[in-house]
């Protein structure tokens, strides 16, 4: 995403202001007041905003490549740490949050065995990743079966646990989310 610009930034926030799929990420990665949350490519910071209601705007962070949308997701959401970066190189500490999620960005990402290790590592002991994609028939701007099975399987690679799928019809569209657990012990 780091290809849009000012206007196009401002186009996709414009219609994409408050859809539902960002209600159903958040809702998906059980936050917990306090706890530390981090959202992968968090565009304009719709989710974000629904994140810092219940983290506390101290207590999220995000990344996200395109320069224009972290200003837009600062603005939105004060108190929040919003960087420049892609999903493969989250500068944050290893093992700093209970909870990551990412919402329609995982197919943009350039290399995804490399952010899907990236962000399992920045999660801590007992922590939470949701992966949200809008579910297609072939490959294009969402995820197929066939790469679900394909993140699952590296997931587990990694050593999450827990790994499954929960999928919600929003709208017209069918939202499909692979949720794992980092291990609470080595």
């Known amino acids: 995403m780091s290809s849009f610009g000012a206007v196009g930034a401002r186009l996709y926030a414009w219609f994409n202001r408050h859809p539902e799929s960002n209600r159903v990420v958040v809702g998906l990665a059980e936050l917990r007041a306090g706890e530390p949350v981090l959202e992968v490519g968090?565009?304009?910071?719709?989710?974000?905003?629904?994140?810092?209601?219940?983290?506390?705007?101290?207590?999220?962070?995000?990344?996200?490549?395109?320069e224009t949308f972290v200003a837009m997701a600062r603005?939105?959401?004060?108190?929040?740490?919003?960087?420049?970066?892609?999903a493969e190189d989250v500068p944050f500490a290893d093992g700093s949050f209970a909870?990551?999620?990412?919402?329609?960005?995982?197919?943009?990402?350039?290399?995804?065995?490399?952010?899907?290790?990236?962000?399992?590592a920045k999660l801590r002991p007992g922590g939470r990743l949701v992966l949200a994609e809008r579910l297609l028939d072939r490959p294009g701007h969402g995820i197929t079966q066939a790469q679900i099975?394909?993140?699952?399987?590296?997931?587990?690679?990694?050593g999450q646990v827990d790994v499954h799928t929960e999928q919600r019809d929003v709208g017209r569209k069918t939202l499909?989310?692979?949720?794992?657990?980092?291990p609470r012990t080595a």
Do not use: F, N, Q
Request: with cysteine; aromatic share 2%; charged share 20%.
């Open 149 to 158: 099975g394909e993140v699952a399987g590296r997931l587990t690679g990694l």
């Open 99 to 120: 909870a990551i999620y990412t919402l329609a960005s995982m197919h943009h990402w350039h290399d995804r065995d490399a952010g899907l290790a990236t962000l399992c």
């Open 42 to 66: 968090c565009g304009p910071g719709v989710a974000l905003e629904l994140a810092a209601a219940v983290a506390g705007a101290e207590h999220v962070a995000a990344v996200e490549p395109s």
């Open 176 to 182: 499909v989310a692979v949720i794992s657990e980092r």
């Open 75 to 86: 603005k939105r959401v004060p108190g929040a740490d919003v960087r420049v970066a892609g």
